[in-house]
């Protein structure tokens, strides 16, 4: 489980370490171990990118299926991944019921029926395992939010309602990108009732009030700041305006009609942003294709007084 930055790495690394060492519960711990070897890599192997996920099932293992496992670093430094070494991963997985017995070597596409079944019993288990196996928590950017990386869609639905049905709002992404499923929880209340529910209470504490901290250190802007910046714009499209009068002038009738039709609503609405301008012009237009069609027009005028060919590319 790695972080893109400290601020959340921390909080995400006290989350798991809080979670890896939650205490026991011979009812819910077949539940959680089959929920984090869902999660892992390899196919003869169970690889984890997150060493307390690894931990967690070492432990779960011995105690569940009275098999040995140890827990190694593999992978590049930079981007380590953990291996639960045991004697038969194949066999693991075919005893935890993660196996397609209609189609040998594939894996089940969700959670198997015995898990599901037990999602109103268990489900604090169930998404404990999906964030020790694939979570981090954001608290740079604008809105907090808890995100788990699911290997399937099937998955991510199973732990989106195991977090609704231990009490918080879980709701799944697909990310065009990349073609992965998440699960994300969103806001700092919604995080920290997240995680007081799976187990981790001191990570809720530390993250709520980190958000908190940072809320207050972050000073709205002053009055003198954003008259200075209207001031700015304000004089920005002063300036333009007269260009555009003054391009025009220069070109007469030589003006191509696309740029004469934007240069006269930029005269018409001498104070309006480019977002404005492109949602007056027929058809409408971006604010780039604005911007670039009054630079192009300003730009034809000046090849023209300096004796260069004033014809239009466009």
């Not at 989106?160 to 499923?181: C, E, N, Q």
């Not at 700015?232 to 300036?239: C, E, K, L, M, V």
């Not at 480019?274 to 670039?292: E, F, N, W």
Request: aromatic residues 2%; contains cysteine.
């Amino acid at each position: 489980m790695t972080g893109v930055d400290g601020d959340f790495q921390s909080a995400t690394d006290m989350a798991a370490q809080e979670l890896c060492t939650a205490p026991r519960d011979d009812h819910a711990d077949p539940v959680e171990l089959v929920t984090l070897v869902r999660f892992a890599a390899g196919d003869d192997a169970l690889i984890f990118g997150s060493k307390a996920a690894a931990q967690r099932v070492s432990a779960l293992l011995a105690g569940q299926l009275k098999a040995a496992g140890r827990v190694v670093v593999v992978g590049p430094r930079a981007r380590p991944r953990w291996q639960v070494r045991v004697a038969d991963a194949t066999g693991v997985r075919i005893r935890l019921g993660l196996l397609d017995t209609r189609r040998p070597g594939r894996r089940v596409q969700g959670l198997p029926p015995e898990v599901i079944a037990r999602l109103d019993r268990d489900p604090a288990a169930i998404a404990r395992a999906a964030f020790l196996a694939a979570g981090t928590i954001h608290l740079t950017g604008p809105l907090p939010r808890l995100q788990i990386a699911c290997p399937t869609l099937a998955v991510a639905l199973a732990v989106a309602g195991a977090l609704r049905r231990a009490g918080t709002d879980g709701r799944v992404h697909h990310h065009d990108r990349t073609g992965t499923d998440h699960v994300v929880v969103a806001g700092i209340d919604a995080v920290a009732a997240a995680l007081a529910a799976i187990g981790a209470p001191r990570a809720a504490q530390r993250a709520r009030v980190y958000w908190d901290d940072r809320r207050r250190r972050a000073r709205p802007p002053t009055r003198e700041l954003i008259a200075a910046n209207t001031g700015r714009a304000q004089q920005a499209a002063t300036t333009q305006v007269a260009l555009v009068r003054a391009a025009l002038a220069v070109l007469g009738d030589q003006v191509p009609d696309h740029l004469a039709a934007i240069a006269t609503l930029r005269l018409q609405h001498p104070h309006a942003g480019m977002s404005t301008l492109g949602k007056l012009a027929t058809p409408p237009l971006s604010k780039d294709t604005i911007a670039g069609r009054l630079r192009r027009l300003i730009a034809l005028a000046d090849r023209h007084t300096t004796g260069g060919d004033p014809s239009e590319t466009p």
